[in-house]
């Protein structure tokens, strides 16, 4: 999300959801929400600020980094990311290091992922929609399965 558009939601849509963001950038983004909503005049707790997460859950956190360094390297490659990526602190985007990679999406054990879903709910997020990823040779669906089948402990 540009933090033009954020703005913008702000001023005039029920909500934004973010994509692909660190920490830092999520609260770039909340903090320009709350400006268009401000200088619309509105009711910020009747908006919503969420994120859409691609989820790569696996107990093996090397599987798991794979699927996602797979799927962020069309990312990469797209400018308006590469430089939102940039401007988070990250230099070699091309490769789609692990830090990034831990930045911006869910990959590994339930354990690590709940960490990094901590980070994410603490810079004041309504809500987040993950979105699970195929990863350790399984489709869409199975790895829809094992995001359910451990969504309670993901989320206590």
């Given amino acids: 999300v540009g933090l033009g558009t954020a703005a913008a939601a702000g001023r ?3 909500g934004v959801m973010a994509y692909l963001a660190t920490a830092s950038r999520l609260a770039e983004v909340r ?3 709350h400006r268009g909503v401000a200088d619309a005049g509105r009711e910020p707790s009747a908006l919503e600020f969420s994120l859409l997460l691609p989820t790569f859950l696996d107990d093996d956190l090397a599987v798991a980094r794979e699927a996602a360094r ?3 390297g069309f990312y990469a ?3 308006h990311y590469r430089s939102m990526f940039e401007a988070s602190g990250f230099d070699d985007v091309a490769s789609v290091p692990d830090e990034l990679i831990d930045a ?3 990959a590994g054990p339930v354990e690590h992922c709940k960490e990094r879903l901590a980070d994410l709910v603490a810079v ?3 809500h987040v929609d993950l979105a699970p990823l195929p990863v350790g040779g399984r489709d869409l669906p199975a790895s829809a399965a094992v995001l359910a089948d451990s969504l ?3 989320v206590a």
Avoid: I, N
């Fill in 124 to 126: 004041g997020l309504t």
């Fill in 77 to 79: 490659g797209m400018p």
């Fill in 31 to 33: 903090d320009a929400f």
């Fill in 104 to 106: 911006v999406v869910l």
């Fill in 12 to 14: 005039h849509a029920d």
């Fill in 70 to 72: 797979a799927f962020l």
């Fill in 152 to 154: 309670a402990s993901l």
